[in-house]
T-cell receptor
Framework: DTAVSQTPKYLVTQMGNDKSIKCEQNLGHDTMYWYKQDSKKFLKIMFSYNNKELIINETVPNRFSPKSPDKAHLNLHINSLELGDSAVYFC???????????FGPGTRLTVL | QKEVEQDPGPLSVPEGAIVSLNCTYSNSAFQYFMWYRQYSRKGPELLMYTYSSGNKEDGRFTAQVDKSSKYISLFIRDSQPSDSATYLCAMSQISNSGYALNFGKGTSLLVTP
């Protein structure tokens, strides 16, 4: 079974559209994250939720809104997509006091 | 200056060579240090995890942390073509930061048969 899964794997859309990416983890972890990997492969934290509560909110345009319906799921909704939003978005989860984070396979977003 | 610096390479070595990958950092509050391996079009996969200073060995991989120099290393012995990937160092502070990982830019490694 996949520990951290994301859907969709690929997302191609037009500028101005609204889209969502979903993430689910079956590890029983309390904390989940969204990271963005740009075209230069640099991974940067966007958001983190601990047990459905937002605990990290980096300097990200407010067009990006995370939502956690329960501690196993963390979704990312993006409004009014822009060309610069094209990137790979990774979900990750962490459990207990360890800082080992497990990443999903990524969602490759292309905005045309 | 970025908090975590990593030479992007690419680094090309022959099969069987010892590979040394390094990162430096500026934030002395970092306590947790990790190495991830990322194959093309895949998610980062955790390789090694170290808390504070010291060495850790797992099979062909050895991770070293020198907090006094703010320098971490990953050594790969007897490198294999299957080790060809991008290696990302990552580090974080204690829990009040939410344990968010600060990544280096990754080093691209190619092991040639």
């Amino acid at each position: 079974d996949t520990a951290v899964s994301q859907t969709p794997k690929y997302l191609v859309t037009q500028m101005g559209n609204d889209k969502s990416i979903k993430c689910e983890q079956n590890l029983g972890h309390d904390t989940m994250y969204w990271y963005k990997q740009d075209s230069k492969k640099f991974l940067k934290i966007m958001f983190s939720y601990n047990n459905k509560e937002l605990i990290i909110n980096e300097t990200v345009p407010n067009r990006f809104s995370p939502k956690s319906p329960d501690k196993a799921h963390l979704n990312l909704h993006i409004n009014s997509l822009e060309l610069g939003d094209s990137a790979v978005y990774f979900c990750a989860s962490r459990g207990g006091t360890s800082n080992t984070q497990y990443f999903g396979p990524g969602t490759r977003l292309t905005v045309l | 200056q970025k908090e975590v610096e990593q030479d992007p390479g690419p680094l090309s070595v022959p099969e069987g060579a010892i590979v040394s990958l390094n990162c430096t950092y500026s934030n002395s509050a970092f306590q947790y240090f990790m190495w991830y391996r990322q194959y093309s079009r895949k998610g980062p996969e955790l390789l090694m995890y170290t808390y504070s200073s010291g060495n850790k060995e797992d099979g062909r991989f050895t991770a070293q942390v020198d907090k006094s120099s703010k320098y971490i290393s990953l050594f790969i012995r007897d490198s294999q073509p299957s080790d060809s990937a991008t290696y990302l160092c990552a580090m974080s502070q204690i829990s009040n930061s939410g344990y968010a990982l600060n990544f280096g830019k990754g080093t691209s490694l190619l092991v040639t048969p």
